[in-house]
């Protein structure tokens, strides 16, 4: 069945640096883009990076710009968030998602068919 598998958050200060992996299995990895999508306490979600099936950038969340850069190795089938400069605003819960496609065609959950469970992401001093 597939599965989606995040890790490498935790507790980190201000100006620190996290990087997150998603650990896809039971279907073809290369075939579907991705998403990390995140949601802060008391928030709805918030799309943070889009990445195509070939590893092309496609979204980056204005709160993000400069900071987070989203990878995906297609051969171990993972899934990178590689996140500096970290801020508390960025205190969330981190999911990855697969898209339906090749490309990320929407910003809504009907867009995406299986979602991690998530990672906690803490920044604070």
């Known amino acids: 069945q597939v599965q989606l598998v995040e890790s490498g958050g935790g507790l980190v200060q201000p100006g620190g640096s996290l990087r997150l992996s998603c650990a896809a299995s039971?279907?073809?990895?290369?075939?579907?883009?991705m998403s990390w999508v995140r949601q802060a306490p008391g928030k709805g979600l918030e799309w943070v990076l889009d990445?195509?099936?070939?590893?092309?950038?496609?979204y980056y969340a204005d709160s993000v710009k400069g900071r987070f850069t989203i990878s995906r190795d297609n051969a171990k089938s993972t899934l990178y968030l590689q996140m500096n400069s970290l801020k508390p605003a960025d205190t969330a819960v981190y999911y990855c998602?697969?898209?339906?496609?090749?490309?990320?065609?929407?910003?809504?959950?009907?867009?995406?068919?299986?979602w991690g469970q998530g990672t906690q992401v803490t920044v604070s001093s």
């Open positions: 998602a697969k898209a339906l496609s090749t490309v990320v065609t929407g910003h809504e959950r009907s867009e995406y068919d299986y």
């Open positions: 039971g279907f073809t990895f290369s075939y579907y883009a």
């Open positions: 990445i195509t099936s070939s590893g092309s950038t496609t």
